[in-house]
């Protein structure tokens, strides 16, 4: 149960910075803070919310770009708490919604979010141009006839904006047709934390995954 909800939070530098902004050292107590829009289809609150309506804060490019550059390299700490969104890795992003116009929403609440937005990664020093790189080696892949996730490169950002699996529209592209995939990553379904989460730390190896896909 315990791997089930810490794979649902963000992990290493980013869990500990929102866990000393906010005072909040328990899983459940970062949970009721930020889980709200998890990865998949759970939406987790508080006992007795009332959930509110679906609610999307218009920003821009520009906006988002000068947030990163304020916050550096907690800036999807900021980000997260303009919303209960909660997405795993150590990797700083954070979630936005575009629908048919294009225009770029913060989703607020619990609403669901369409895409997840990578950042640089600017810590460390050997890693050079990780978002560009990772939306050329998507859409490369894509070209080659594989099945990946839709992927950009955003300018202003310097972000990687990947197109979540997780959600679907379940008609035309607007917000009340927003819908959630109910998926698991493999730690959750191998009772695996986070901190356990690669092979050399005791987690699963591609032959673990495999079989169990079987």
């Keep these: 149960i ?13 869990r500990e910075y929102l866990t ?21 289809g759970f939406v987790m609150t508080p006992s007795g919310t009332v959930v509110d309506p679906l609610a999307y804060e218009k920003t821009t490019w520009e906006k988002l770009a000068k947030k990163i550059q304020k916050d550096g390299i907690h800036n999807a700490g900021g980000l997260l708490e303009a919303s209960r969104i909660s997405i795993a890795g ?4 954070f979630s936005i919604a575009i629908f048919n116009d294009n225009q770029v929403m913060l989703p607020l609440g619990v609403s669901p979010s369409t895409h997840i937005v990578k950042p640089e990664i600017i810590k460390f020093e050997n890693i ?8 050329i080696i998507m859409k490369t892949a894509s ?13 202003f950002t310097e972000s990687c904006v990947v197109k979540r699996f997780d ?12 819908k959630r995939v109910v998926q698991y990553d493999f730690c959750q379904l191998f009772g695996k934390t986070s901190d356990r989460k690669y092979q050399q730390d ?9 079989n ?3």
């Design 128 to 135: 050079w141009r990780s978002a560009l790189n990772e939306a």
């Design 167 to 178: 959600r679907f529209f379940d008609g035309e592209v607007k917000k009340e047709n927003l």
């Design 2 to 14: 315990t791997s089930f909800f810490e794979n649902l939070l963000p992990e290493a530098e980013l």
């Design 90 to 93: 150590a990797q700083r992003k």
């Design 20 to 40: 000393s902004q906010h005072k909040v050292g328990s899983l459940f107590g970062l949970l009721w803070k930020f889980a709200g829009d998890t990865v998949g």
């Design 143 to 155: 070209l080659c006839g594989l099945r990946v996730a839709e992927t950009f490169y955003e300018p």
């Design 212 to 214: 169990l896909i079987k």
């Design 202 to 210: 005791g987690g699963p190896g591609l032959v673990d995954c495999a």
